[in-house]
């Protein structure tokens, strides 16, 4: 009789640590985040989902994900060609070249899921800079190689008859992250603020337009950047429309 009240009372031990295990393993699953899907807070604060769907709707890749690659670097994306746009009485066709635009990414942390870019328009003919932004505020969402960033860049563009303006857009860029650049690169514009356009130079606000690498890569500095900004020069060529320039 001791021997079977004894194997019972380990047998019913037994069960309870089985239980209490099978428990904590439940809430630990639970618990455990899917990091290749969503957003951070931020991006859902920073960007509306109504305009995710519209960057979607235009054909933009959105990558979603907490679990960015790391993307700092220096990349070109050359040729630049616009592949959809939503401006009314758009003045160009899709397919249409734009000036190149070298991209700087720098101090990602993805503890915080923020990096920051700066980018320069340039000339493809000549090489001559002729836009600048600055970023004022950027977050990354992606898993395993591919990525999506956000920027709001504070823009200044060089007109030929030696004037500036200036822009607010909000800034997407997507792609999937190699060695050599960004695969599949893909980029799109949303304009937030012309400061009045005085120049009228600039889309309508809150209107759009995205942009692909025409050959699906944007090299990183080192990997095939100088072929792709080897320049021509050409007096006839050396001028490109500052509307060319997003």
Excluded: W
């Excluded at 455990?32 to 991006?43: A, C, P, Q, R, V």
């Excluded at 563009?157 to 893909?186: K, N, P």
């Amino acid at each position: 009789m001791k021997t079977t009240t004894f194997k019972t009372i380990r047998l019913r031990n037994y069960l309870v640590l089985l239980a209490t295990v099978l428990i904590l393993f439940s809430c630990k699953k639970e618990e455990e985040e899917d990091l290749s899907t969503g957003f951070s807070d931020d991006i859902e604060n920073f960007v509306p989902d109504s305009t995710i769907q519209a960057l979607r709707d235009l054909g933009m890749a959105i990558n979603e994900g907490k679990e960015p690659p790391m993307l700092e670097g220096t990349y070109l994306a050359s040729p630049y060609v616009m592949v959809s746009s939503n401006v009314p009485n758009e003045s160009y066709d899709i397919g249409e070249r734009f000036v190149d635009y070298k991209h700087y990414l720098k101090n990602q942390n993805n503890e915080t899921l923020t990096i920051e870019m700066d980018r320069e328009g340039i000339n493809y003919y000549s090489g001559a800079i002729i836009s600048k932004s600055t970023g004022n505020g950027a977050f990354i969402s992606g898993y395993n190689d591919d990525f999506t960033a956000f920027i709001i860049l504070e823009g200044e563009r060089y007109l030929s008859e030696g004037d500036t303006s200036y822009s607010l857009t909000l800034h997407v860029i997507s792609g999937t992250i190699a060695q050599e650049g960004i695969q599949e690169f893909q980029s799109a514009l949303l304009m937030l603020d012309d400061y009045g356009d005085e120049f009228d130079h600039y889309i309508p606000v809150n209107t759009g337009r995205v942009f692909h690498d025409e050959d699906s890569i944007a090299y990183r500095e080192g990997f095939g950047m100088s072929k792709k900004a080897t320049f021509i020069y050409d007096e006839k060529l050396m001028s490109i429309p500052s509307s060319l320039s997003e």
